[in-house]
């Protein structure tokens, strides 16, 4: 740790990290397991996103996870049989289209299927061996990559035609042959054209999600719950929220949100949507896009032609995130758009006058694209605002002396709770309402210390109990709905679920001994 301290930039302390997990991976966990808080950011993000920036040109030569291309077309089952590792429980796969909020890094996107994978034995203690890293190549749209002597991957645009769909379908179908049907799939960074549909195409044929999704839906559900008592509300359902950003994440997180809001007040679907309004690249979502919109926007293209007569808005062009703040008067604000800056001064004081304690939510990663950063939120609301953010930031002081934790959004809170909940149950599939339990477990787990400091979510020290706990909940809702293919409904592994998966954790250890 003290070698890690002396690192002069956090790309030097991700290399020293991953140095250490090549030549001693027992070393690399203890370290991660016994200083989560400060090794996290090293490993996953923020810094991960400079790494897969950076990957053919910090490449150690290693041989870590499956590289996967089309010219592998109906070969996958002999990569699958050469792998080191046979005995796969957990695998996360990109394409590397839609990194973090940097966009298409073709093959360079393998950094993330690696970080994952760190916190799935980190935080939920899956054991290194039984995890499989992999990127599917199918080339890359971004030209300073293909113009690189030194990019690893295949040197052709996107390929976009159906070998693209024969190749995942050959992936899917040999990951299940070889390892059961079991087995966990994890999508990772896929663009929105591939994300959404290959989700709904294998949801109920394999153990699969989208962390994109439906992790980073059921972490920002779990703060909004959390949040309640900070902004004065009862229930979700009083909140007005206006997402910056219409992707992967903001339409997942929304989907969630109202799912929940319909389980709680027992309201339609259709009712709990309209909750949520979004602003995209071209402005507000109303109906009169609608016949523009993808499908997935379409639910949440709401009728705005009422609240623009007569407000201080124009109806030439769809309103603009200011322009929506004022019209909306949203109570909750959440960013997930990548785009730097975006909350101003002006958006977040507007905020400020629509309640006494709105919600602000910089969302985006890395930290370069956050939509404000925590001190400038706090600063422009009068500490009014109750932010937590994508990225981890450090503790706010404001000139009064008032002072501000503000929690992170990880998604590490979630997916591998999830994933261990869905080993210990023996999955078929996983639903949204797995992450919905997920969710409201997270939010069980923040104390009113953190809450009395403006603080969302747990410590991340912490982050193996919480695992636990939301893993004996998953695999609970797992084994009641039907979806086990080891248990009965009602019949449990054990009696005390949380302590039987902790059991289950590998534990890392300074002297070379794990178990």
């Keep these: 740790m003290k070698q890690l301290r002396k690192k002069a930039t956090p790309l030097d302390k991700y290399i020293h990290m991953h140095t250490i997990q090549d030549s001693d991976e027992n070393l ?82 393998m950094g993330i299927p690696i970080g994952k994978l760190a916190l799935y034995t980190a935080c939920a203690g899956i054991h290194p061996a039984k995890c499989l890293p992999v990127h599917i190549d199918v080339g890359t749209n971004r030209q300073e990559l293909l113009e690189d002597p030194a990019y690893m991957g295949l040197k052709q645009p996107r390929d976009r035609s159906e070998a693209y769909d024969l190749l995942i379908e050959e992936f899917f179908e040999q990951c299940q042959a070889k390892y059961g049907p079991n087995v966990l799939l994890q999508f990772e960074d ?32 779990a703060g909004l719950i959390a949040s309640l008592p900070l902004t004065n509300k009862q ?31 027992k309201c339609t679907i259709e009712e709990a949507r309209q909750r949520c309004w979004f602003v995209d690249s071209k402005g507000l979502l109303s109906s009169s896009r609608s016949d523009k919109l993808e499908a997935h926007k379409k639910p949440f293209a709401h009728d705005v032609n009422s609240l623009i007569q007569g407000a201080a808005v124009t109806a030439a062009a769809p309103p603009s995130l200011l322009e929506s703040v004022k019209l909306l008067k949203p109570t909750a604000l959440v960013g997930v758009s990548a785009q730097g800056g975006a909350f101003t001064e002006e958006v977040c004081k507007e905020m400020a006058r629509n309640c006494e304690h709105p919600l602000i939510l910089p969302l985006s990663n890395p930290t370069s ?13 009068n500490g009014k605002c109750v932010l937590f953010s994508g990225s981890p930031f450090d503790a706010v002081t404001l000139p009064d002396g008032r002072s501000f934790l503000p929690g992170q959004g990880n998604n590490a809170y979630i997916f591998p709770g999830v994933g261990l909940g869905s080993l210990v149950a023996g999955a078929t599939s996983l ?18 210390a953190r809450l009395a400091q403006g603080c969302c979510f747990p410590p991340l020290d912490d982050i193996r109990s919480v695992s636990a706990y939301i893993a004996a909940k998953v695999a609970v809702n797992v084994i009641d ?10 019949a449990y592994p054990a009696q005390d679920m949380q302590e039987h998966c902790l059991q289950l954790m590998y534990v890392p250890s300074y002297d070379g001994d794990s178990k």
């Excluded at 996953?44 to 590289?67: D, F, K, M, N």
């Excluded at 929105?192 to 999704?213: G, M």
Aim: aromatic residues 12%; contains cysteine; charged residues 20%.
């Design 481 to 490: 709905s039907g979806r086990s293919s080891k248990y009965r409904p009602g």
């Design 190 to 221: 896929f663009g929105n054209q591939n994300a959404f549909r290959l989700l709904e195409r294998y949801r109920q044929r394999a153990n699969c999600f989208n962390d994109d999704i439906q992790g980073t839906a059921a972490v920002v559900l």
């Design 235 to 265: 229930n979700l359902d009083q909140h007005t929220y206006l997402f910056y950003g219409a992707g992967e994440a903001g339409l997942g997180i929304a989907e969630l949100l109202a799912s929940a809001i319909q389980q709680q007040t």
């Design 431 to 448: 639903t949204d309402q797995d992450f919905y339990v997920a969710a409201a477990a997270l939010a069980e787990k923040v104390s009113a």
């Design 28 to 109: 690399f966990y203890a370290m991660l397991v016994g200083h989560t808080q400060e090794t996290m950011p090293f490993v996953y993000t923020p810094t991960v996103g400079q790494a897969c920036q950076e990957w053919s040109h910090i490449y150690r030569h290693t041989p870590r996870g499956l590289y996967i291309s089309l010219k592998d077309k109906g070969h996958i089952r002999e990569a699958l049989d050469n792998y080191p590792n046979q005995d796969i429980d957990v695998i996360v796969f990109t394409d590397g289209e839609r990194i973090l909020g940097l966009g298409d890094q073709g093959a360079n996107g």
């Design 369 to 381: 694209k956050a939509e404000c950063v925590p001190r400038d939120a706090y600063t422009w609301t």
